[in-house]
């Protein structure tokens, strides 16, 4: 059976997967910035609400994958309090200006990390090179990479899901992430041969609030609209899973 990992945004969303079947969900903040660091109320209540796993992305802004000494000590510190508050894995990335895997960070924040997982996320899209920077990957230990492929989509990607996987060799999980939906799930699937898979199930619900003042909002120029949010769609998840349980085309 295919794994399923859901992206998630609140400790409402983490309840929704479940409902929906999912094998785990990562929890983020600030999904419009492709996920931050969730704020330890919503790790413990997400925690408190699930029995499937929970992963938590550690990523102390959006941007780039560049740290600094006080970004990466800020990851540390969450490491240890997301440990704390007893989640299954956390979601890691770190790269030097070459564009290579920064190995002594990452050796840092797995250390810190287990026993929990470790996965490393979409900063490996950013690897100058893939195949070495899997290889890398491998011997430090981590457990899992989800790529999109280096590219837009998984299906522009999919060439390179696909050689990954073959390279891993089950050394380490090839997750494909981004862009993936009912029209290309099972495609992704067949061609790739990957055993898990990443994807938002999100709906979007309107704001309860009946005086709106439409000439305020909280953000920057770039934004979302001010009274609409999104929370994981519990029906989605299950047509996800009723699609990956058809058997493969041939």
């Known amino acids: ?15 929704a997967a479940q409902q929906g079947g999912a094998d785990r969900v990562e929890l983020c903040a600030n999904l419009l910035e492709g996920g931050t660091t969730p704020s330890l109320g919503a790790v413990k209540l997400a925690r408190e609400r699930i029995e ?32 704390a508050c ?15 895997i920064d190995r002594p960070q990452i050796e840092t924040l ?15 899209d950013m690897c100058q090179d893939a195949a070495k920077s899997l290889e890398e990957l491998i011997d430090m230990g ?8 280096q590219e837009e989509s998984v299906i522009e990607g999919i060439q390179l899901i696909k050689a990954l996987n073959e390279q891993a060799r089950e050394r380490i999980i090839i997750m ?6 009912p029209r290309n ?30 000439r305020v909002y909280m953000g920057g120029t770039l ?6 949010s999104q929370v994981t769609d519990h029906g989605a998840v299950t047509a996800m899973r009723s699609i990956l349980s058809h058997p493969p085309q041939t």
């Not at 802004?61 to 800020?74: A, K, P, S, W, Y």
């Not at 797995?110 to 490996?124: C, D, E, G, Q």
């Open 52 to 83: 499937i796993g929970l992963h938590v992305i550690i990523r102390p802004r959006g941007g780039d994958f560049l740290f600094n000494e006080f970004e990466v000590e800020t990851m540390k510190e969450d490491i240890v309090a997301i440990k």
């Open 110 to 124: 797995i250390k810190l990390a287990r026993p929990m997982s470790v996965t490393f996320h979409r900063a490996f």
């Open 142 to 149: 981590v457990d899992r990479v989800l790529t999109s492929g």
């Open 223 to 228: 934004r979302p609209p001010e009274y609409e």
């Open 185 to 214: 799930l099972r495609r992704l699937v067949d061609e790739t041969g990957v055993r898990e898979v990443h994807f938002a199930a999100m709906r979007t619900i309107s704001s309860a609030m009946t005086f709106r003042n439409e």
């Open 1 to 15: 059976m295919i794994k399923t990992e859901i992206c998630i945004n609140s400790p409402e969303s983490a309840v």
């Open 86 to 100: 007893g989640a299954d894995g956390v979601v890691i990335g770190s790269l030097l200006p070459d564009g290579t």
């Open 176 to 181: 494909p992430g981004g862009g993936i939906t």
